[in-house]
């Protein structure tokens, strides 16, 4: 059985950063590419990174390019995103998902992904 768990999410400062992580299990981990998608209230989910397998490519949402960061560490069947000067925009469910046959133009859309967490809140907030 898949499962895929994030974690790190909380309440965060404006301009202060957090690192959330999706562990996978019942998976060949690097086999599979992982994208982090985000969905605040009465708002749809919108992509924010994804990395791909093999090789580790990296795409972003342009609203968080330079801002976030999304790595991968196979051993540990672990993505992590690092989110730095977080916005108060920034404030939403974050989800992890994995897909086993992604090509690069497709990373960003939510239907190429297999697998899903169960989400993990970020609140960005004075």
């Known amino acids: 059985q898949v499962q895929l768990v994030e974690s790190g999410g909380g309440p965060v400062q404006p301009g202060g950063s957090l690192r959330l992580a999706c562990v996978a299990s019942g998976v060949t981990f690097s086999r599979y590419s992982v994208g982090w998608f985000r969905q605040d209230l009465g708002k749809e989910r919108e992509f924010v990174a994804a990395i791909k397998s093999y090789g580790g490519s990296t795409v972003y949402a342009d609203s968080v390019k330079g801002r976030f960061t999304i790595s991968r560490e196979n051993a540990k069947s672990t993505v992590y995103l690092q989110m730095n000067n977080l916005r108060p925009e920034d404030t939403a469910v974050y989800y992890c998902?994995?897909?086993?046959?992604?090509?690069?133009?497709?990373?960003?859309?939510?239907?190429?992904?297999?697998?899903w967490g169960q989400g993990t809140q970020v609140t960005v907030s004075s």
């Open positions: 998902a994995a897909g086993s046959r992604l090509i690069t133009s497709s990373l960003s859309s939510q239907s190429a992904y297999d697998y």
